[in-house]
């Protein structure tokens, strides 16, 4: 029985000639097509304008015959692509990987498509926030620890999206940022190796390109310490090769580094490795910090000691702009902070 009272017509099949509609499930529910309209609405109000018969009715006619809402007309009409844009440096980064997968997970419960793309580099960002501008996603979420503050408000201030800027420095009032606590347990790191009596360091970056916050605040952090501090710098750590690469000139310096900062674990897993082959004992003679705290340094031999986030204030933030997206309700800029952690382990 229909709400009126009527007995529903039994489903027909609808002719393969033409793609089915709204008007054909409609009929072949005995309901309105303003009430199939209603029932693949993502808002709440509209959905409870269908009472659960009619909504059974509505489910059985779209599996019968076949039904595949339009979503592109409905984005068109509702201005919004229903997709959440995540921007990483790169793939394949343990920490990225997870931020992906959390994020994902939370974009997906409430209705939207995540997708990946990656920037390195200023050029290549302006380039994806263009593409989301113009109707790519509705949001983005952005890690670009290789910008400037400066930078950062400067491609981001405009954007008429909603944005969470992941970045260790930044601050702005005109969209919402979470600082990630990298830097200050990078500089833990530093010090206690210092305390342990290391003077010669050699730091594996991911790139060459400036700035780099990592870096910068070991460095100057040695210019504030009393007695010479040398740090060796080399490109190296986005690539296995590059940071084998890496291991063996590391090896060659004169006078030869006592400890090793590589920004990736990954790459610090292979640096350990290299090393192993060329007869180099960790920590005996090196000592290796990685970064990311990536399954892989726990299971290597030594074991890597690393520095690694929490990731409690990342769900907060990601959701907090996921749910400004979804319920269509633009929320007011945040500031979130994600600390991250020393973890001490055998390689250092």
Not at 184 to 199: C, V
């Amino acid at each position: 029985m229909n709400e009126h009272g009527k007995q529903a017509r039994p489903l027909q099949p609808v002719s393969n000639e033409r793609n089915v509609t709204v008007a054909d499930v409609a009929r072949h529910a005995s309901v309105s097509t303003a009430a199939v309209s209603f029932y693949f609405s993502d808002r709440a109000e509209h959905l409870k304008r269908v009472g659960p018969e009619a909504r059974e009715r509505i489910r059985a006619a779209v599996e019968a015959l076949g039904y595949v809402p339009n979503k592109t007309a409905r984005h068109l009409r509702r201005q919004k692509s229903e997709r959440l844009c995540i921007i990483l440096p790169k793939l394949g980064i343990p920490y990225a990987d997870k931020m992906v997968q959390d994020l994902g997970q939370a974009a997906v419960e409430r209705g939207l498509l995540p997708i990946v793309s990656t920037a390195s580099n200023i050029a290549e960002l302006q380039k994806v926030l263009a593409e989301v501008e113009a109707g790519l996603a509705d949001g983005v979420v952005a890690d670009v620890e290789y910008l400037s503050e400066e930078q950062v408000d400067g491609v981001f201030a405009g954007m008429g999206k909603d944005c969470l800027i992941i970045h260790p420095t930044a601050r702005s009032m005109r969209f919402s940022v979470l600082n990630n606590g990298l830097v200050a347990a990078l500089e833990t790191a530093f010090e206690d190796l210092i305390s342990k009596g290391h003077r010669i360091f050699a730091y594996v970056q991911n790139t060459g390109l400036s700035p780099n916050h990592r870096l910068q605040a070991i460095m100057d952090r040695r210019r504030r310490l009393k007695g010479d501090v040398v740090i060796d710098t080399m490109v190296g750590a986005s690539e296995r090769s590059l940071a084998a690469d890496c291991a063996r000139k590391i090896v060659a310096l004169e006078p030869r580094p006592t400890a090793v900062f590589v920004e990736s674990d990954y790459t610090a897993v292979t640096v350990i490795e290299e090393f192993s082959r060329l007869g180099i004992a960790v920590p005996r003679e090196i000592a290796v910090v990685g970064c990311g705290n990536a399954e892989e340094g726990f299971y290597c031999e030594p074991r890597l000691t690393t520095i690694g986030p929490e990731w409690g204030s990342l769900e907060e933030a990601g959701r907090y702009l996921i749910d400004s997206i979804a319920t269509s309700e633009r929320q007011p800029p945040r500031a979130f902070h994600t600390s991250w952690t020393y973890i001490l382990r055998a390689s250092a």
